[in-house]
Structures are given as structure tokens and as C-alpha cells.
């Protein structure tokens, strides 16, 4: 990776940085055409994809019961992978447990006032497959809903000849209530809409490629959504106390997700800027994935930068808004008070990326392309409704009258007024 100074930065460059795309206006013509086929043909529709897009002849659509006998399967093995999926999903359900709110009521000059909560009722969760096996997006998916008290989670994954062990078991050790191999945007159509086989949800989740996402799009309104989510990023933001070979070792771990990955690196140290570019060249070199990592490092929304200063740094860092902010400097917390977007924040030298990404027990479905600057990651909160409560006593009413009747008639709603009126009649 060659270094580029922040302030020399022209327009164009700028803009691959800031305002980095998804690709789904690219696909989504294509998108709606397969949204509309699963919403009028339902299950032929999902057999039909599957051979044309997975290379898989689907006979049962629904395969709750094989992710259970999965599970069991690896339990009795005694896999040590089963162990690590129980262990981080765990960390991630104590976390999520965290975040549920409490029902408050409370007195406001007379009037009760409160608020509750309450779960949808039917979440769908989106787990990707394919090329590549997420045990872990099976967690951060239906963990939340199922501490949120949704009563039906149903998960949709990609068929394939053989479903990954693995993922099916880390679907059961979550809580799901339905397991259905379907994939890409075929399945964001049947977890919104439904299907012979399939539930309808009242919100789908979850990452996936574009044409997840742009299917996620299409579907929103007539279901909700969490939010349209791109290619992985990360931005490291370091001082001239950063080990370059860590920070190098975090933007080389995002790469391999996705061609299309942001990763970048900024400092105010030239010496460090130089050292992390070659240490990121160095690593990414004999890997597995080496080619997608080297597609990742190649794009316009990635590269190491030079700033003048660190309140520049912070400033570049502001603006980016990253999925993933990773602050490896002397005074961390000092650099993070600054910023405030960001999907999750990883304080020091030995918190990685990846930490977060399976086992930490916070969520790794985030915000990408600057999206933190309007929203958070998925969450508890992502499958809550809220109410809010009153009870006014007639004197509590009272006070209340002239205010309400002098506002609904000057609005023209003399009912509204009446309303108040008749109680004092």
C-alpha cells in the first residue's frame, strides 16, 4: 500500500473515501424482478433460484430439525468448535442482556407519565453462506431478538448440497424457532412476504452482499428493516505508540472479508504510516484469501494516511464514520471523547477487530458507509416497539384544561377542546 497525505487528498479521492458504495443501485432492477417472483410464487420460486443461483436442487425448504440434529451431532463429538460457539454466545447474550429497558412510570406535576416495551412479534435474520461459513452472524442475529422476547425467530441461510454443521448448530445454540435454506435476495423476499414454507417477519435483519441488501431495500415498507449495510470496513486510528505490525494485522484481517472492504489507517506519524504500509504488503502475502485481501487493499476507499496533526486525524476519522474504529494510541480515551460516529470502537493494542467480531459479546452487524452517523448497530432496541402511558386525575386535568382548549381551538379542532370540557361539565 503506497501513503497518502489527508490534506493532499483531491475531490475524487475524497469522495471513494467518504462516500463509499454498496453497488446496489447496480442490481436492483434485477432485485425487484426476483422480489416480485417469490412474492407471487412463494416456494417455486425459492427451488427455482436455488438451481439457478446456488446450484442446489432444494427439496425441503424448512431445516430446523437438521440444525438441531447438527447441534446434537457435535455435541456428542465433543467438537471443540461447538465449545467455542457456545462460549461466544454466551459473551454475546450476557452483553445483549444488558441492554434491555425497564418499563418507568413516573409523576410529572401531577400527571403519571411512563414508558414499556414490548417485542415484535416475528423477526427474521438473514445468516450468509456460500463461499464462506458465519456461525458467528447466526449469534449477533438471533441472540438479540431472542433476549428482546421476539416470539418467532426464523433464520434464512443459503442452501448448499451440504449445509455447514457448524452454522446450523450455532442457529440452534442461539435460539432460533425456524431454520430455512434460502439465500440471497430470494430470501429477504420470503422472510418479508412469507412462503408456503416460510414465515413472514414483521422485520428482517442481517448482513449479506449487495443483493441482500438491495433486496432489503426493496422489501422496506412493506416490512422494516435494520439497515442497508456494504462491504466491511475498519479505520485504525494511531499514534507514534502503535505497534505498525498490529495495526497492520487489523486492516489485513477486514481485507480478507470482501474485495470491495475498506480498510485505512491514519496517523500523524510518517515513520509509523511508512512502517504500517509495509507491514500490511508483508502479511498479506501466502494467505488463504490472499487475492480478495489484495482487491480490499487496492481500492479507492482504502490506504494508509498522513495527517498533519492528530486533531486532523480525528477530524479525517469523524468524517468517515467507520463500521469499525479501532484506536491504538496513548490517550485513547482522550481521541475517542472526540468522536462520535462509529458502529464500535476498540480501545488499545489488544483489542482486535476480530475480538468483536465473535466472541466479545457486542454486535458485529453494524452501519457501514457512514451510516453511523444516523444509526447504531443491531441491537436489542432493534426489536422493541415502545408505548408511552398517562393517567391524569381530575385535578392533574384541570390544571391541563386551559392549556389544551386555547391549543385545539387556535388548531380548529373544537372537539378536541370539547373533550376536555365535558369532564368538568
Known amino acids: 500500500m503506497n501513503v497518502r497525505t489527508v490534506a493532499d487528498l483531491s475531490p475524487a479521492e475524497r469522495r471513494a473515501l467518504f462516500e463509499r458504495d454498496a453497488g446496489v443501485d447496480a442490481v436492483r432492477d434485477d432485485v425487484s424482478e426476483i422480489v416480485g417472483r417469490v412474492r407471487e410464487e412463494g416456494d417455486v420460486a425459492l427451488r427455482e433460484f436455488a438451481e439457478e443461483f446456488d446450484g442446489v436442487t432444494v427439496g425441503n425448504i424448512d431445516v430446523t430439525d437438521d440444525a438441531e440434529r447438527a447441534h446434537a451431532e457435535l455435541d456428542d463429538a465433543d467438537d471443540p468448535v461447538l465449545d467455542a460457539v457456545r ?22 406535576g401531577g400527571r403519571e407519565l411512563g414508558r414499556r416495551f414490548r417485542p415484535i412479534d416475528r423477526a427474521g435474520v438473514y445468516v450468509p453462506g456460500g463461499a464462506a461459513a458465519y456461525p458467528s452472524s447466526a449469534l449477533m442475529g438471533v441472540i438479540p431478538a431472542v433476549v428482546a422476547g421476539v416470539d418467532h425467530v426464523a433464520v434464512a441461510t443459503p442452501p448448499a448440497e451440504e449445509l455447514n454443521r457448524v452454522t446450523l448448530a450455532a442457529i440452534h445454540e442461539a435460539g432460533a424457532d425456524a431454520v430455512y435454506q434460502v439465500g440471497g435476495a430470494q ?46 470496513e475498519v479505520l485504525v486510528l494511531a499514534d507514534d505508540t502503535a505497534d505498525p505490525e498490529l495495526v497492520a494485522a487489523d486492516l489485513v484481517a477486514q481485507a480478507e472479508h470482501d474485495p470491495n472492504a475498506s480498510v485505512v489507517a491514519v496517523t500523524a506519524d510518517a ?23 489484495r482487491a480490499a487493499l487496492d481500492n479507492e476507499a482504502s490506504g494508509v494516511l498522513h495527517a498533519r496533526s492528530m486533531p486532523e486525524a480525528v477530524l479525517f476519522a469523524e468524517e468517515y464514520a467507520a463500521e469499525h474504529l479501532s484506536i491504538v494510541a496513548d490517550d485513547d480515551e482522550a481521541l475517542l471523547d472526540r ?17 468483536g467480531d ?27 416497539r415502545s408505548s408511552t402511558v398517562q393517567r391524569l386525575d381530575r385535578d392533574a386535568l384541570a390544571d391541563l384544561s386551559e392549556t389544551v382548549t386555547t391549543l385545539a381551538e387556535a388548531e380548529g379542532l373544537e372537539a378536541h377542546a370539547e373533550s376536555v370540557r365535558k369532564r368538568f361539565e
Request: net charge negative; charged share 20%; glycine share 10%.
Open 339 to 355: 468522536i462520535s460516529n462509529a458502529g464500535s470502537v476498540f480501545l488499545g493494542p489488544y483489542s482486535p477487530v476480530a475480538a
Open 271 to 293: 515513520d509509523l504510516a511508512e512502517a504500517v504500509a509495509e507491514a500490511v504488503d508483508a502479511q498479506a502475502a501466502g494467505r488463504e484469501r490472499e487475492e480478495t485481501i
Open 358 to 384: 465473535y466472541a466479545t459479546g457486542t454486535n458485529h452487524v453494524l452501519p457501514t458507509n457512514g451510516g453511523a452517523k444516523r444509526y447504531g448497530g443491531l441491537s436489542v432496541d432493534t426489536f422493541l
Open 187 to 232: 430470501a429477504i423476499a420470503a422472510l418479508a412476504y412469507g412462503t408456503e414454507t416460510v414465515t413472514n417477519a414483521q422485520k428482517v435483519v442481517g448482513p449479506g452482499n449487495k443483493w441482500v441488501t438491495a433486496a432489503k431495500a426493496v422489501v422496506q415498507g412493506d416490512v422494516e428493516i435494520d439497515f442497508l449495510a456494504g462491504p466491511s
Open 87 to 108: 462460549e461466544a454466545a454466551a459473551n454475546v447474550r450476557a452483553f445483549h442482556e444488558r441492554q434491555r429497558p425497564e418499563d418507568w412510570r413516573d409523576e410529572f
